[in-house]
């Protein structure tokens, strides 16, 4: 085991030192994923010491000429910003811990990192490469899932492959680390990131084509219905916007009709599927109902019409737990309302009387970080779309990347402030200058918008 260990961290430095590109890929990718161990009792986990080398590695290369700067850029010294501001007012009530100044570290380190491997190409192909693995990875674990343990929480691959224990709680039953809406999540992502490409795209790559059926359904899998509402969202936006362009429209429809079928064959699979896999009949049942009762039943009843009430589970809960959480914030002194109670503040004080967060990704920011730090955050989201809108003569794949997040973060928690949504946002940052450089160049026109 040594001796593998040593050979890999071997050939880690060698591509570290030739071509750091690769551990770039690779730094992103477990970033996204959220894969993190570790290794050989070294005081530092593998995300950390990939982040931190990285790092180190851009600092000795120096930047491209031309790239303007990471901190010669205001938004980015906004994101700087809020991240000290959400530190402070969760230190202010004793809440700062080792691990969220890690996580603020790291998240840093990824914004940078995204930056300047942004302007190492001029394009977005490292982040594109490394979403797209991330996808697979989460894709393979939930198939992983079913086809050897059978049922929820989700095992991870590489989890088993290190042989690392399986967390259990007292009754011996697999406690989920990270719930299973993440990996459509992630699945997501790729997805509307993949469909804004194919669509907006002159010649795409055909493997999108192949791409995109497996990521929707490593959705499905997850049951995720955060995910599909936001990639219905993400499809139904392209679709309006492109109906003036006819080979576009024709682009959305057929991956629209695509997903469709795809939705219906897994839900025909799903129910056949028991005789193959080791996956119990409870559990089948429970996919059922998560992506066809349940939603059916939430809509059946916002429509006035009748529905069944024992389908109304998660999705009214959250919705139910969405307005406890907004009534809490109404009776928080003004101080408290105006400056936040610091991350993870409203599990803390239980002020859902649940020990669970508000499940709605803005009031858990509300809570954490105030109005100011809410303020902040929809600046910098509204001012990046709206310059990205501006400059682009179609709706570049971040920007849609972006609004899924953000649909998706209703019925969520605190992915509106992840790592992966900051790397985001810096690379949409990154391209807008880009673009804004070119056109300057080209025109001296800043008004004129340019093809991506």
Known sequence: MLAIVGLLGVIYCYLLAVKPQVIAVLFFTITIADINFELGGLPLNIRAIVGLTLFARTLVLGKNENDPGFFMNPKSWLIIVFTVYAIIITAFYDLLNADVIKTSALTFISMYCGWYYYF??????????????????????????YGYYGEFPVQRIYQFLLKMPIPVDEKGEYVEVINHNFYGLICGMGFVFLLNEFINKDNPKKTVLLILPVLFLGVLMSTSRSTLLGIIVISVVLIFRELKHRERAQKAYMLITMAVGILFLCLFLFTTIQSYLNVNVEFMERIMFRLVDEPMAVLNKHLGMNYNVQSLEAMDWREKASKDAMQAWLYLPFNEQVFGIGYWGFVVRDLGHSNLPPHNGILFLLFDSGIVGLAMYFLLIITVIRRSLIINTVIPQLVTTLIFVIFYCLGQNGELTSSITFLFIITLIAENERLMGLIKTRTGDTRQPLQA
Request: proline share 0%.
């Open 120 to 145: 190492q190409r001029g394009d977005m192909k490292y982040l594109r490469i490394a979403l797209i693995i991330a996808g697979f990875i989460c894709f393979f674990d939930l198939v992983f899932t």
